[in-house]
C-alpha cells in the first residue's frame, strides 16, 4: 500500500501482503488506458471549473509524459497509485493532489479494464472476420469436391469440401455477432461513478465516456462499480468462439489421422514424435483444442468468483482482469493459427472414388425408391438397410451389387431405367447435386451459402470499421482537449 | 431401439441399452412441439407434391390426434419413434411411411428443441421484466431513504436503497437484452437439413419455418443438425441471470442478518430453525443463491460435453437438452419467487441515524475540504482518515468531534460556515443530495434513472410481444394450411 | 413449513414458498436412512436416561412402521418434519415431541445424506471392479493380438489389444482406490453435532454412529453439520472416473468407425440411423462421454455453490444433495453399460497385417540400427525419418522397401542380417515381442501386468466387502438393541 | 521444432507455428527436474550396457553442467529438445545422439512434471500444516472466548472462538490427508514407457524410479504417457483445499465486517479506501476468496481439456501443466497468508456481553424446560419461540424478561430454581460449559479437540518429513551412482 493512502487511517504495511494483494503484473496492460482515463477525467475537471486550468496544464504535462515512459509499477499496490505518484513527484503535492478528486480507484479499474478489453475485442473481432474469409476463399474451390459428411463419427451422406467449411464459417459468424453485441454493452463509461455512490464534484460524465471513446454509460453508479456481467459476457462469448474453433481443430486431426487421411496438414503446421519419424502431429490443432477448455474453465472461474458476493466493489473482482486478458490472448492466437493454416490444408480429390462412402449414398437410394418406386419411405429404408447388411456381410460395397441383388430386397425385377439411376446415386459427385433443399450441399447452394457468408462477413466489418473509427476519434477529441489546455497561457 | 429402425440393418435389441439411451424422460417437454413440426413438414410435404393430398390428410389427422393424446413414450426411444409409430398404427404403412421422408431425427430433435427452449425464454423473459418492474416500483417508494452502499462488505457511502434497487434493476435489464439476442440466433429453423445433408425430396424449408414460427433458417444444413452454440449461448446467458439474481439474494440475505438489520424478510419468506425458535431463515434466498451456482455448472457441462466432439450430428447432443430445462425452469423459479418477495420487503426507515454509519460521509467531508479550504484532494483525504482514526480510537463518531478536533488536523480553526457544511455533510440524508453526477444516488438522478429503467423495460416488453404474436400467428397459419388439407375431398 | 414449526416465531405460510423451498422429491432417496438415523437416536436417548423407555418403545414402534411405508411427503417441507409429525400422529404430543430432542435437522439431514451415499458409492464401488474384472478377462485372451498403440491420433507403435485393455484398467484401479479413500472420509456420523454446537442432552455419540455404520465421527460439531468437503470429494472422484470410463468409450467410438475399424460393437450396443441404413452408431458409447461432461459440470456447481459461504449451515447445501445422486446414478449407468458391452467387442484379429501400420516399426527400426549399427539414436531416428519420408512419397510401405533403398540413406550396403532383423521388426507379431522394459506391451509383461491387476482388484473387493459387513452388522446391533426396548415391559 | 527433430520426416518451419507451440515458458519449472531424469536415464543405459561408460561419463559430464546453468530455451520448442541440444553440442553428435535411446518426450516429460508437482504439493503440505497449527495455537487462547455459531448467518447458538477455529482446523487437515494420498499416486514413475509402448533398449525402470526419489511406477507404458488423472486429481484437492481456505476468509470478511464487529483484522492485512480514509478492507481475504474460484476452474478447465481425448499422448496435455504451478502456487499463496494473518487477529473479549446474542440461548432454554419440566422438546421449542416473537416485538431481550413473562407462556408461575437455572443459561459464558456431547463447543471438548488435532498433525508431519527424506536419499543415490561413472577411467 502506497504512502499515498497509508497516511491517514492505517499505518503499518508487509511486504509480503503487498506482494499477494498487488495487481501491478496483471496492471501492465491497462497501463496506458488508465492514463488516459486521468487525462479525460483531468479535462473535465477543467471544463467543469472543478480545478483550475493552471493545475490541470501542469497535471496534463505529467500524464503526457507518463504515456511515453511507463509509470514505475515495481513494489507499487497497483497502477492507479504508480500513477498518481508518479504525476504528483513532477507536479508536487498541491497540484498533483487534485488528480484524485472526483473519482475513485473502483470506476478507474472497471473503465480501463473495459478500455482494454474493448480494444481487444475488436482486434480479435477483426481477426476472426480473417479467419471467416479464409473459410469461405477455401470453400469456392471445394464447391464440387466431394467429402463424407460425418454423424456419430460414421460417414453418413455424401458433402462437398466446401459445404464443410461454409457451416463452420456460419458458426464462427454467430460467434462474430456475439462478440459485435457484447462489445456494445462493454463500451460504456463507469467513469464518475466514484467509489460507488458519483460525487459532489461536478463532472461531465458525458464528456468523459465521449473522449475515451465509449458509446454510452453505465448510469447507475453503484451499478457501474460493482457489476462485472460484462466481464463474465466477454468470457462466456470467447468460450463459445473457442469451442467453435475447437470443433474444426478437432475435425482436422480426425480428418488427417492416417486412416482417415481425408487431408493433409501442411507440413509446417505438424510435427514429427522425437521417436516416431513417420508421425505428422497436428500440434497445433490439438493445442487449439486444448485451449477452448481453458478458455471455458476461465469462465467457469469467473462466475464461481462473482457467486456469493454482495453489491457494490469487492476486491474479488481484481482477479477476474487477467482472466480476460488470458482469454482473449488464447482466442485470438488460435484464430490466427487457424487463419494461417486452413489455405494451407490438401484435400484428398479421389475421394469420391472411395468405396467404402458407396453406403453414404442409401438415403438417397432410399428416397430414389420412394419417388420412382412409389414405395413408403420407412419400407425404402427397410429394404436399403436390409441390402446394406447384406453387402457388408459378403465384403461387397453398393456399386458391387448386381440387378439380382435389388431383386431379392424388391420382390420383383428392377427396371433398367431404376438401375442407372441407383448407380448415378452411388456416384456420389452426382449424388450432392441431387439435393434440392435450401442451404444443403448442392454446389449450387453451397455457392448461395458462400455469398450469403461473404455479405455477412462485410457488415461485420463494417461494423467493427465504425467502432474502431469511433475510438480513434474520441483519442484525436481527447488530444484536441487536452492539447488546448495544454497551450493555454 | 424400435422396430421402425430395427428392420433393416441391425437385429438384436436390449432392454438395458434401450433404457440407457432412451430420451424419453426428457423429450415429454418436446412432444407437442415434436408433433407440430411434423404437421409442418406434412403440409410441406403435400405443398410440393412430394406426398400425394390423401395421405397428407390421413397423417395430420392422426398427428392432430396425438396434439390431444400424448404418444406413449414408454419402452420407446424417444419420442421421434414414438410419434411415427403412433401415426403408423393410425394410418398403415404404406401412409405412415412416409411421415419420416425428407426428415431425420436429427433435424427433427433440434427444431422441437429450438421451440421450446424459445417457448421457454419468452417466457421466462416475461417474468424478468416483471420482477425488474418490481424492483422499479420498490425504488420508487425508496428515492429518499437512505441506505449504506457497501464497498469490501463494509459501509462505504450513504446512497438510497431506491439507487440500490435501479441498479440492480439495471443488470437484470442487461440480461434481459441478452436473452433477446439469443432468442433471435435461437428462432431459426433448422428443418429441411435432413440427417445432414439435406434431401432430394422438394422441400420449402422456408414454409416450414414460417409455420412455426421462427424468424429464419439455419441455413447451412451441417450447421443445423451439428451446431449447438444456440444452447451454449442459452445457457450461457442463463447463468449471467441467475448470477445477478444470486447478488439481490446475497445482498438480502446480508442485509437481513440480525447484526446487519437493514432489511427485515417477509415472515412467509423465511423460515425458522427445528431448535432454534429465535431464527428467522432466509431460507429462498438462499436456495436462489445455490440455484445460480448449479445454473452455471450446467453452463460448464454443456460447452465441456462439446470438447472433443467433430462435425455433424452425435448422440452426445441428446444430454444438453434435460440440461436446458432445468437452467430455465431453475431461473424461472428464482425470478418468481424474487418478484413475490421483494415487494414485501420492510426496510429499516432510520438508517440515517446509526451513529456508525457517520463514517461513510467521509469522502464527502474531503471533498468539501478541497471545496472549500481548497486543499488538493490527495491532503483533504488524508486530514479526514487521520481524524477518522483518531475517532474510532476514542469510540467516538464524526458528529461527536469538536472544533477542536478539527482544529487539530487542520492546523488551524476552521470557520464557522465550515463547521456547519460539515455538520450538513454529516446528515446522511441531506449528504445523498449533495451528489451531482449523472447517475449518482441522489434523489433527483435516482427518479431520473428510475423513468429511464422503465422505457427499457417498456421497450423489452414490446420486443416480447411482437415474438409472441408471430408464433401465435404461425401457429394459427400452420391451422389453417392443415385445416385445408385436411377438409380437402 | 410444517404446523410444527410454525407454532412459534412466525405464522404465515405461502405454497409457492414452501414448493420453492422444498426437498422433499430429493429426499425420497434418504427417507429409509432417516428413519435410520431417529431409530439409532432414540435409542442413544433412552440409553443415557434422557427420555424413558416406555416413551422410547413407543416412538421405536411407530418409526419401525414408517420403514414399511413411507411417510407422506406431499405438501411437507422435507423428510425430517414429515417422519417426526408421523410419528407423532400415532404416539401423540408428549411422546413424538421428545423425538427432536438433541438433535437437529442440520445433523440428521447430513447423516442421512452420508449414509445413502455411503450405501451409493459402496455399490459403484462393486460395479466398478466388476468392469475392471471384464477388462481384464477380455485382456487375458488378447495378449497376442497386435493394435496399433496411438499418440496424436495416429498410430504410433505396435501394441496388444491386451495391453490396451489393462492399461485402461489401471486407470480405473485408481478410481477405486481414489473412492475407497473418500469412502472413509464420508463414513463419519455428524450425530450428535445437533444444530452447531452439540446439546446439553446426553447422548452417546459413539454409540449412535456405531449403530449407523460408521468408521468414526465427524468431531467438531460446527464441522460435522457445516462442512460439506466429504460431497465435493465425493463429486471429484466421480468426475475423475467418469472421464476415465470417457476416454474408453472414446476410443471405441474411434476404433470402430468404419475407417478405422478396428473393432466392431455388438449389434445390441448400436443403433442405426432413421434415415441412413448403412450407420451402426455408438449410440451408449456417445452418451458415456456426454455423461462424463455432465457429471464433471456437476462438481463444477457444488464447488461453486460453496464459494462465498461461511461457516456453520446454509440452506444452500440443499441443493448438492440431489448432484449427488445424479452423479452417482450416472456413473454406476455408464460402468453397467461398459461392463456389458465390453466382453462383446470383435476386434479385427488381422490388424499386423494392415499395410499402413508398417510405420509403426519405425522406433524400434531405429533402436534396431542403434543396437546393431552402433549409430547415435538420434542418427538412427534420422536415417528412419527420412526412409519413411521417401517412402510415402512414393506411396510405399516399409515393407516394399528394398536392400538399396536402405544403403540409400545408411550410406553403405547393409547386411544380410541386418536386412533379416528389419523384416523381423516389420513382423508387428514379432515386434511386440522384442519390448523388454518392466509394463510394456509385450505379451509377457502384459501377462504379468494383468496378474497384478488382477490382485488389486481382489485387494479393493475385499475392502469393500469389509465395509458392506460393517453396514450389516450395525444394522443388526440397532435391530438388536432397539428391539429390546421393543420388547421391554 | 526443433532440427533435432525435423531433419527427418518433415521439412520447414514458421516462427509463429512454433511459436505457438513452445511450451518453452511453462518448462522452466521442470528444467531442473528434466535434467535429473536424463542423468536417472543415462545412469540406467549405462548399467544396463546399453551405452558404454565412455559416452555415459560425457553425456552426465555435460548434464551436470546444464543443472549449474539452464539450458537456452528460447526459439526452442521445449525443454527436452534443449537439453539435448545442449548436450550434444558439448559431447558431439556421436555421443550426444544417446541420450534419447529408450526413451521419448512422451515419459519424459510426465515424468518431469510428475517430480515438479510432487515436490510444490510436499512444500505445500508443510505450509499447510503450518496453517493447522497456527488455528490450533489460537484455538488454545480461545477456549473460553464466547463467540456467535451462525447457520443462516444469523446467530444460532454460543459456541468459542476455539471451537470455531479447531472445526476450521479438521477440514484443513482432511485436505491434507487428501494432499498426502494424491502425492502417493503421483509419486510414481513412468519413466521407461518410452512414446506409448516401452522400448526393446534394456533398462531397469526400478531403478530410475529409485534414483529419482519414486515410489514404484505406473506400470503399463500406454496408461504411463497417456492418463493424467494424477494431475486432475491434484488440482481436485488443491480446489476444495482452496474452497476450505476460501470459507475461512469468508468468515473473517463477515466477522471483520463494521456491523458484526467479532474480530478485527491486523491493520498490516487491511487496506483503506483511496477515496473513503473510514474503510478497513480485507483485501488479502477477498482475494484467498476470489483464488480459490479461480483455482476450482482450473480444475473445470483441466478435466474439460482430458474431455474427448482417445488414449495414448495427445498434445493437449502440454497445456494442463502450467495450470499445475498456477494452482499450486496460488494455494499455497493463500496459506502463507493466512497463517501470517489469523495469530494477528483480534477477538472481541466482550461477545458475551451482547444483548441480542440472548437470543442464541434459546435452543438451550427449551433443553432446560425439557430437562426440569419434563415438557416435551416440540412443547417446550414452541414455548422458547413464543416469547422470543413477543420479546423481539417489544424491543427486548431474553434477559429482560420477568417471571411473569415465563408465566405466561408456560401456563403456571416457573420456581425461583427454574428462574435461577433460566439466568444461568442466558449466561453465555456458563451456557457453552452445559454442552455435554462429544466434540462439542464445551471448554473441555474444545481441549479435547484441540489434543486431537495436534496429534493429527504430528502424524501428518512426520508422513511429510518421510517423503522428504526419500527425496533426500534418492537425490544423493543419484549423485553416487553417477559419480561413480564420471570417475570411472
Given at each position: 500500500?502506497?504512502?499515498?493512502?497509508?497516511?491517514?487511517?492505517?499505518t503499518?504495511?508487509?511486504?509480503?501482503?503487498?506482494?499477494?494483494?498487488?495487481?501491478?503484473?496483471?496492471?501492465?496492460?491497462?497501463?496506458?488506458?488508465?492514463?488516459?482515463?486521468?487525462?479525460?477525467?483531468?479535462?473535465?475537471?477543467?471544463?467543469?471549473?472543478a480545478?483550475?486550468?493552471?493545475?490541470?496544464?501542469?497535471?496534463?504535462?505529467?500524464?503526457?509524459?507518463?504515456?511515453?515512459?511507463?509509470?514505475?509499477?515495481?513494489?507499487?499496490?497497483?497502477?492507479?497509485?504508480?500513477?498518481?505518484?508518479?504525476?504528483?513527484?513532477?507536479?508536487?503535492?498541491?497540484?498533483?493532489?487534485?488528480?484524485?478528486?472526483?473519482?475513485?480507484?473502483?470506476?478507474?479499474?472497471?473503465?480501463?479494464?473495459?478500455?482494454?478489453?474493448?480494444?481487444?475485442?475488436?482486434?480479435?473481432?477483426?481477426?476472426?472476420?480473417?479467419?471467416?474469409?479464409?473459410?469461405i476463399?477455401?470453400?469456392?474451390r471445394?464447391?464440387?469436391?466431394?467429402?463424407?459428411?460425418?454423424?456419430?463419427?460414421?460417414?453418413?451422406?455424401?458433402?462437398?469440401?466446401?459445404?464443410?467449411?461454409?457451416?463452420?464459417?456460419?458458426?464462427?459468424?454467430?460467434?462474430?455477432?456475439?462478440?459485435?453485441?457484447?462489445?456494445?454493452?462493454?463500451?460504456q463509461?463507469?467513469?464518475?461513478?466514484?467509489a460507488?455512490?458519483?460525487?459532489?464534484?461536478?463532472?461531465?460524465?458525458?464528456?468523459?465516456?465521449k473522449?475515451?471513446?465509449f458509446?454510452?454509460?453505465?448510469?447507475?453508479?453503484?451499478?457501474?462499480?460493482?457489476?462485472?456481467?460484462?466481464?463474465?459476457e466477454?468470457?462466456?462469448?470467447?468460450?463459445?468462439?473457442?469451442?467453435d474453433?475447437?470443433?474444426?481443430?478437432?475435425?482436422?486431426?480426425?480428418?488427417?489421422?492416417s486412416?482417415?487421411?481425408?487431408?493433409?496438414?501442411?507440413?509446417?503446421?505438424?510435427?514429427?514424435?522425437?521417436?516416431?519419424?513417420?508421425?505428422?502431429?497436428?500440434?497445433?490443432?490439438?493445442?487449439?483444442?486444448?485451449?477452448?477448455?481453458?478458455?471455458?474453465?476461465?469462465?467457469?472461474?469467473?462466475?464461481?468468483?462473482?457467486?456469493?458476493?454482495?453489491?457494490?466493489?469487492?476486491?474479488?473482482?481484481?482477479?477476474?482482469?487477467?482472466?480476460l486478458?488470458?482469454?482473449?490472448?488464447?482466442?485470438?492466437?488460435?484464430?490466427?493459427?487457424?487463419?494461417?493454416?486452413?489455405?494451407?490444408?490438401?484435400?484428398?480429390?479421389?475421394?469420391?472414388?472411395?468405396?467404402?462412402?458407396?453406403?453414404?449414398?442409401?438415403?438417397?437410394?432410399?428416397n430414389?425408391?420412394?419417388r420412382?418406386?412409389?414405395?413408403?419411405?420407412?419400407?425404402?429404408?427397410?429394404?436399403?438397410?436390409?441390402?446394406?447388411?447384406?453387402?457388408?456381410?459378403?465384403g461387397?460395397?453398393?456399386?458391387?451389387?448386381?440387378?439380382?441383388?435389388?431383386?431379392?430386397?424388391?420382390?420383383?425385377?428392377?427396371s433398367?431405367?431404376?438401375?442407372?439411376?441407383?448407380?448415378?446415386?452411388?456416384?456420389?459427385?452426382?449424388?450432392?447435386?441431387?439435393?434440392?433443399?435450401?442451404?444443403?450441399?448442392?454446389?449450387?447452394?453451397?455457392?448461395?451459402?458462400?455469398?450469403?457468408?461473404?455479405?455477412?462477413?462485410?457488415?461485420?466489418?463494417?461494423?467493427?470499421d465504425r467502432?474502431?473509427?469511433?475510438?480513434?476519434?474520441?483519442?484525436?477529441?481527447?488530444?484536441?482537449?487536452?492539447?488546448?489546455?495544454?497551450?493555454?497561457?
Amino acid at each position: 500500500m502506497s504512502s499515498l493512502l497509508r497516511g491517514g487511517r492505517l499505518t503499518r504495511r508487509r511486504a509480503d501482503v503487498v506482494n499477494f494483494i498487488s495487481s501491478s503484473e496483471a496492471d501492465r496492460r491497462i497501463t496506458r488506458p488508465t492514463v488516459l482515463v486521468n487525462e479525460a477525467h483531468v479535462v473535465a475537471l477543467q471544463k467543469s471549473r472543478a480545478i483550475q486550468s493552471v493545475a490541470a496544464k501542469k497535471i496534463l504535462r505529467a500524464l503526457r509524459h507518463l504515456e511515453q515512459s511507463e509509470p514505475p509499477t515495481r513494489g507499487v499496490e497497483d497502477v492507479h497509485v504508480a500513477i498518481e505518484e508518479a504525476v504528483t513527484r513532477r507536479t508536487g503535492t498541491e497540484v498533483g493532489g487534485l488528480l484524485h478528486l472526483g473519482k475513485s480507484r473502483n470506476d478507474q479499474v472497471v473503465t480501463a479494464v473495459r478500455i482494454t478489453l474493448r480494444d481487444g475485442l475488436l482486434d480479435l473481432s477483426d481477426l476472426l472476420i480473417g479467419l471467416e474469409l479464409c473459410l469461405i476463399r477455401l470453400a469456392k474451390r471445394h464447391q464440387n469436391t466431394v467429402f463424407p459428411g460425418y454423424t456419430h463419427l460414421q460417414p453418413a451422406q455424401p458433402i462437398s469440401f466446401g459445404h464443410y467449411l461454409i457451416a463452420n464459417c456460419f458458426s464462427l459468424i454467430r460467434d462474430s455477432e456475439r462478440l459485435t453485441e457484447a462489445y456494445s454493452r462493454i463500451n460504456q463509461s463507469p467513469m464518475g461513478a466514484a467509489a460507488i455512490a458519483g460525487t459532489s464534484v461536478p463532472l461531465d460524465r458525458h464528456l468523459v465516456a465521449k473522449l475515451l471513446g465509449f458509446e454510452g454509460l453505465v448510469e447507475a453508479s453503484l451499478d457501474a462499480v460493482g457489476g462485472r456481467d460484462f466481464a463474465l459476457e466477454a468470457l462466456a462469448v470467447l468460450a463459445l468462439t473457442a469451442n467453435d474453433l475447437s470443433r474444426i481443430s478437432t475435425d482436422l486431426i480426425f480428418y488427417s489421422s492416417s486412416e482417415v487421411g481425408l487431408v493433409e496438414l501442411p507440413d509446417e503446421f505438424a510435427s514429427t514424435s522425437s521417436i516416431m519419424p513417420q508421425k505428422k502431429n497436428a500440434d497445433p490443432l490439438e493445442l487449439i483444442r486444448a485451449k477452448a477448455a481453458k478458455v471455458a474453465g476461465i469462465f467457469s472461474s469467473a462466475v464461481s468468483l462473482m457467486h456469493g458476493l454482495t453489491s457494490g466493489y469487492n476486491l474479488d473482482y481484481q482477479e477476474i482482469t487477467p482472466m480476460l486478458w488470458e482469454s482473449v490472448d488464447e482466442v485470438a492466437a488460435c484464430v490466427r493459427v487457424l487463419a494461417a493454416l486452413t489455405p494451407r490444408l490438401r484435400i484428398d480429390a479421389l475421394v469420391a472414388s472411395r468405396a467404402y462412402l458407396d453406403f453414404t449414398a442409401a438415403t438417397e437410394l432410399a428416397n430414389l425408391l420412394v419417388r420412382m418406386e412409389h414405395m413408403p419411405f420407412r419400407t425404402a429404408h427397410q429394404r436399403v438397410g436390409a441390402l446394406v447388411r447384406s453387402a457388408v456381410k459378403d465384403g461387397k460395397t453398393l456399386r458391387d451389387l448386381q440387378r439380382t441383388d435389388w431383386q431379392a430386397v424388391l420382390g420383383y425385377r428392377p427396371s433398367g431405367r431404376l438401375m442407372k439411376l441407383i448407380s448415378q446415386t452411388l456416384d456420389l459427385t452426382s449424388n450432392i447435386h441431387s439435393y434440392r433443399t435450401y442451404g444443403s450441399p448442392s454446389p449450387r447452394e453451397t455457392k448461395r451459402l458462400i455469398s450469403h457468408a461473404s455479405a455477412r462477413c462485410r457488415d461485420l466489418q463494417r461494423t467493427n470499421d465504425r467502432a474502431r473509427r469511433r475510438v480513434e476519434e474520441s483519442m484525436r477529441m481527447l488530444r484536441r482537449m487536452s492539447g488546448t489546455i495544454l497551450s493555454s497561457s
